[in-house]
Structure formats: structure tokens, C-alpha cells
């Protein structure tokens, strides 16, 4: 079923990045894994080459009522400034506010989900209250590790895994996107300057960048499309998947060739491998608009990112492991979280929001309440816009 009215605007971890939580100190460690193999097998692969990461992080007092959770990141690891960031920013402050303590994993690849997930169900010292899943390529993994272990609660985010041990939290990207869609169709009709970059307009195509191509990305993609046909549908987007959430190199390419068509704002929904396309933004004198964090922010590129699609992936980490402290963890639930619930939004770039101009900020306002209204129905799928 899915439960918006639990949503807690007050859970909200608002501007909080890792270096203001510089007091949680990791160690390397992680789950007593047993026999938990080593994730070969199979294909899928997403990630540098090199070792998976184990650490633990230990904020809670001792004793017999800690609450212990398991984060098994995505693919695109910690220090994206993005979607695992985001997530992490999320139990750092539940580990600040309770009685809880954490693990963290950061896999390499696809195939090595299911020996995380399976490590922390497995362990117990510590045994996990919950294990969270980080990303929606977790989704097949899970799927089949949840049954195994029917006493163990899983959360995952971006994917519904009909388990009644696992809570599933999504997010309504499209109507993020769409705002950023706008901002992107409207800045691009005309000629707007800030910092060292600018628009022409007699611009005619803007840039989508994704990561691994997907139902879930297609969302990003779909929305962002349909708000720039909504501010000038004589605006083409440029699309390119990269197949990879971790390769910033794959990103600035494809970023390079879109700006290099015609495209002077960039979207990115790409994890870390988006850092790619803000580099290509500087180096062109063009403009980028982030994901899932505010990420001029996040990331040293505060002056190309106009602005970011934030989605509120700490708040479902956040809520989760709240619950799971006070008995109240609801399994087998999934939650959709969009605009109207504060789960998705645009956020206007430090450096180069204020320069934006306040009719277009405006228009953007008032698609923000259409949609939350239902007077404007975004699109899921790209092929329908």
C-alpha cells in the first residue's frame, strides 16, 4: 500500500552535509559476514575498478537498546555529493538524534548487493534492527535476499520490493524535473548571463545526461522533458545514458558533445558521474543543473550549477531508522513521495540563483502549485511527452 500521511515534514535534515558531521568518527569494519563470499558472479558491473568499502561509525551509547542499521550504498559510493551523500546525511543525523549506531558498505558492483544485504542479515554482532538499501539497482538483489531472511527489516529507496520485511520508499522525480525542465526551457530562449557563463536565444536544444538507463531515470528524463516543451516547445533535448553511475569522465563527454550541438544548460541524473558534466559546464562557459542534493553545495562547481532537483532520499533514511528506534517500523508499506509531500523540489544554485530572473522564478512557482494542485500532470515516460 502506500502511506504519504506519515511523512513528517519535521524529519526534514535540511543543508546538512558531511563535513558539518565531522564528529562522527568511522573506523574500518563493518558486519561479522560469516559466510558471506566475496560478490563475484554475474554481470552488471557499475563501478571503479577496486575493493569494496566496509566502515562503521559509532555515535551511541553502549548497551542492550542501541539500535544498529546496516547502509548498503549505491554503486556510485560516497563523496558524489548526490544520491549516496544524500542518504548518508540521513543516518549521520538519526545516529546524532537517537540511540543508534550504523554500518556503512559501499559496493563496487551490482553483483556484490546481495552479499551485503546478506552479511548484515546474517550477523549477530551486531545484530541489525534494520538494513537499508541505497538505490534502485539494489531492487533484484533484495528481492531474493529478503525471503531468506524473514526476521530481518530491510528499507530500500527508489524501487518497490513486495516483501512484508522490506518498507519501499520512491520518489515522484518527474515532477522535480519538471521545474528544472522549465528553468532550463525558459533561461535557454534567451540570452542570460551569470558568472563566466551564458545562454543564446537563439538556443535550440538543451542536454539530459543519465546514468544507467532506466524505468526510474526514464522519470528524470520524462519530466525535465515535458518542462521545457512547457516554456518553448521549440526546444529539442539532447539525451545521452552513460551507463554508469561512478564515471565522470563518461559524463563529461557526453556532456562536451551536447554543448558543443547547441545546448547551453545541461540536467544531469547520473550520480557521481554528473561531476563530469559540470566540468564540461565550466570549460564551455555553459550551465548545469544538479540532482538529488543541492550540489552547488555539495561540489566545487557552485558557479555553472543554476540549480538542483533535490530529493529528500535522507528524509526516508532518516524516517526508517526513527521508526525502527521507536517500534514503530512499518514493513511491507511502500511511501511515493512528490512535491505536494515535500519529497522532491528545485532548489536555486548559492552562487547563480539570484541572478536568475524573477519572472521565470515566478512562472516556475506557479508550476510548482499546478502540479501539486493536479492542474498539471507530468509525465513517467519519456515516449509520452
Known sequence: MVDTDRFDRRNFVKGVGAAGLAGLAGCTGGPDSGSGGDGSGGDGSDGDSGGSEETETETASSGSETTHVGMVYATGGLGDGSFNDQAQTGIQQAAEDFDLSFDESEPDSVSEFGTFQSQYAQSTNPDYDLVSCIGFLQADALSQTAPDYPEQDFMIVDSVV???????????????????????????????????????????????????????????????????????????????????????????????????????????????????????????????????????????????????????VDTAVYNAAEATVNGEFEAGTATSLGLAEDGVDIVYGTELGDQIPDDVTSEIQSSREAIVDGEISVPQDPSNV
Open 162 to 312: 513486495d516483501e512484508p520485511n522490506v518498507r519501499s520508499y520512491t520518489f515522484k522525480e518527474h515532477e522535480g524535473s519538471y521545474l528544472v525542465g522549465q528553468l532550463a526551457g525558459l533561461l535557454t530562449s534567451m540570452s542570460f548571463s551569470a558568472g563566466d557563463s551564458s545562454t543564446q536565444s537563439d538556443s535550440t536544444n538543451v542536454g539530459f545526461v543519465g546514468g544507467v538507463e532506466s524505468s526510474l531515470i526514464a522519470k528524470f528524463e520524462a519530466g525535465y522533458t515535458a518542462g521545457v516543451k512547457a516554456a518553448n516547445d521549440d526546444v529539442d533535448v539532447q539525451t545521452t545514458y552513460t551507463g554508469s553511475f561512478s564515471d565522470p569522465s563518461a559524463g563529461q563527454e557526453a556532456a562536451l558533445s551536447m554543448y558543443s550541438s547547441g545546448a547551453d544548460i545541461v540536467y544531469h541524473a547520473a550520480g557521481n558521474t554528473g561531476t563530469g558534466v559540470f566540468q564540461a559546464a565550466r570549460d564551455e562557459g555553459k550551465f548545469a543543473i544538479g540532482v538529488d542534493r543541492d550540489q552547488s553545495v555539495t561540489t566545487d562547481y557552485a558557479d555553472v550549477i543554476l540549480a538542483s532537483m533535490v530529493k529528500r
